[in-house]
């Protein structure tokens, strides 16, 4: 082991695990601030969020201020949100309308297009501000995928399409479950937890938790008589009832297994959910809407972009750190377009009692990953940690830990350059042949 080894992946013994450094050391947070938030395809936001001309949203993306907006000629654009002046915000609303940005502290107006269009005092200037200071300024790519937005500060990144490689299916599993698309719910949730932002990564595609931390929802389940996740009998798509775990090239992973329906939803609900997976099927196929309507899914697209499919919901949650161990947390919901009032509350409703501040699944995992941050003061003498669940299977199930290697192989490449080969499991649980044409 060198002095820098963050990494520990033996696969002779079938061990994988990560030094605890990692998850505490500030020097590595500002390597990740350089050589992942810096470098890679990070998530902005999604556009039904910003539906009509002027629209506008603020964001904080790996840690830079942002305006995720359209302009007056309905283009949809990503500003900095930093006065060129003296550095101040040009936009302090978290959302809105507007055609021009006007920096408060010394009144430089922006159209939201970027370009600067006013300076009190210009005449007091030699060198005509507007014509050194082109406008605000944009990340160095911008783009998009089925709605969703994103940017990469560098200019030498692979494309967008490039990098989401194989996984971009998972985002075309959540993006066509209705002919009219989705569209993210109005509303965010968001919270902080003292932990390190890898933490969070782990536990969200972490199918072994399940059971001892979330044991009260489960309970709850069965009570009504629901059966617990990767204890039914059915198989979709070839995929046990155990589930699975997927790796794809640049640490996106997922987990899935067949979705067992909650007892919670009406009639019409479930009539609502029948018409969408019978459209899915005209439109895809059989298999492809058993893999849309019949799979649960976690899936992680590196670094911190998650999406979460579930029977009774689609979360989207993305998150950055503001420390070593501090963590700043988004979360949306996603609907199908189309869908009555009903089928909207009742999403709505599964949100705040399972992700919500008050359900019966946030809560938990916060407190869990506080525990091991916690916990990490020991790293001294406890210095690693195992993520060896299921290493060396053929088809590891989805509380093995899989995902969460093929995630930290991405990580470790990153930082220290090393690049560890992949468990060669990747998997997409449809025929892509005509959905890709």
Not at 300 to 307: A, C, G, H, Q, T
Not at 396 to 405: G, H, I, S, T
């Amino acid at each position: 082991m060198t002095a820098e080894q963050f990494i520990i992946d033996d696969r002779e013994n079938n061990l994988f695990r990560v030094n605890r450094e990692a998850f505490t050391s500030e020097d590595v947070l500002q390597r990740e601030r350089k050589e992942i938030f810096g470098k890679t395809w990070l998530y902005v936001g999604h556009e039904s969020e910003i539906p009509g001309k002027n629209d506008f949203q603020t964001r904080d993306v790996g840690g830079r201020p942002v305006i995720f907006n359209r302009d007056r000629h309905g283009d949809v654009r990503v500003l900095l949100n930093t006065c060129l002046h003296r550095g101040s915000s040009v936009c302090r609303h978290s959302s809105g309308n507007a055609k021009i940005f006007t920096c408060f502290y010394h009144g430089w107006a922006y159209r939201n297009s970027g370009e600067l269009v006013n300076v009190p005092g210009n005449e007091d200037y030699k060198s005509e501000p507007a014509a050194v200071y082109k406008g605000l300024q944009s990340p160095a790519q911008v783009d998009s995928y089925r709605g969703l937005y994103f940017v990469n500060f560098d200019p030498d990144a692979p494309d967008l399409l490039t990098f989401l490689g194989e996984a971009r299916y998972f985002i075309d599993l959540a993006a066509d479950q209705s002919p009219e698309g989705v569209a993210i719910l109005e509303g965010t949730h968001k919270y902080s937890l003292k932990a390190n932002w890898k933490l969070l990564v782990e536990n969200s595609i972490d199918g072994y938790h399940a059971k001892s931390v979330h044991h009260t929802h489960f309970e709850m389940m069965m009570e009504l008589g629901a059966t617990p996740p990767m204890l039914g009998k059915d198989t979709v798509n070839g995929i046990a009832p155990a589930g699975m775990g997927t790796e794809f090239p640049n640490g996106h992973a997922t987990l899935m297994y067949p979705a067992n329906g909650l007892p919670l939803a009406t009639d019409s609900v479930k009539q609502t959910l029948a018409g969408l997976r019978a459209q899915a099927e005209q439109a895809f196929g059989e298999n492809y809407a058993n893999a849309m309507f019949g799979l649960a899914r976690n899936s992680v697209f590196f670094p911190s972009l998650i999406l979460i499919d579930l029977s009774f919901g689609l979360t989207l949650r993305t998150f950055y750190p503001v420390s070593a161990s501090e963590t700043l947390v988004t979360g949306w919901q996603i609907i199908p377009k189309g869908v009555d009032e009903e089928f909207v509350k009742y999403r709505i409703d599964n949100a705040l009692t399972f992700w919500g501040p008050a359900g019966l699944a946030t809560p938990d995992d916060v407190e869990a990953l506080e525990q091991a941050q916690k916990g990490f003061g020991a790293r001294g003498e406890v210095g690693w940690s195992d993520v060896s669940k299921g290493m060396g299977k053929p088809v590891p199930a989805a509380n093995d830990e899989l995902q969460m290697r093929s995630w930290w192989r991405e990580w470790n490449r990153r930082i220290t350059g090393e690049q560890l080969p992949t468990e060669g499991t990747s998997f997409v649980p449809f025929d892509k042949q005509g959905v890709d044409a």
